[in-house]
């Protein structure tokens, strides 16, 4: 039971280290299972009793396997968390501009001058990027989904798009 308990712990600890990255967690990760493997495979041939080799082997494979399971649930959650604040900042713009009949110069300003949750409040701006483009009127809103791709908020279509 107490391995168990061990095993689950690391494997949750990975997968918030690597989970909660950038994209490149999930490679750190590989690479991590990559020397981990190197690891047993001379502990294995030092060892001299082959069931002590046999229960570290699985415990340490249990520990990447499950690691790499928390890995892509805290992945998942981290994108969730992300885009539902992106979604908050986009409204907010909008009832900005519909009650000052003007879009905020930045997100400062969207702070300062509505009333955004308590948790949005103190979350800080700086994984967003804001623009007006005077011309149409629009206002244009990206953040990074995970160190590669952006997601891009386009105020004339009121839709989300990925890229590169």
Excluded at 46 to 68: E, H, Q, T
Aim: aromatic content about 18%.
């Amino acid at each position: 039971m107490k391995k168990w308990i061990l095993i689950l712990f690391l494997a949750i600890l990975i997968g918030i280290y690597f989970g909660l990255g950038t994209v490149f967690g999930l490679f750190k990760l590989l690479t991590f299972f990559g020397i981990s493997t190197l690891i047993l495979i001379i502990l294995l041939f030092v060892w001299k009793k082959p069931s002590k080799k046999r229960n570290y082997s699985i415990s340490v494979y249990l520990i990447i396997f499950f690691g790499l399971i928390f890995c892509i649930l805290f992945t998942r959650l981290k994108k969730e968390y992300n885009q539902h604040n992106a979604d908050l900042i986009a409204g907010k713009i909008i009832e900005y501009k519909t009650e000052f009949e003007k879009y905020p110069s930045s997100l400062t300003e969207l702070k300062n001058d509505t009333e955004l949750p308590k948790y949005l409040a103190e979350f800080e701006f700086k994984d967003f990027e804001y623009s007006v483009n005077k011309t149409t009127n629009e206002f244009n809103l990206t953040y990074s989904l995970d160190g590669w791709h952006i997601n891009e908020y386009d105020s004339e279509t009121n839709q989300w798009k990925s890229r590169d």
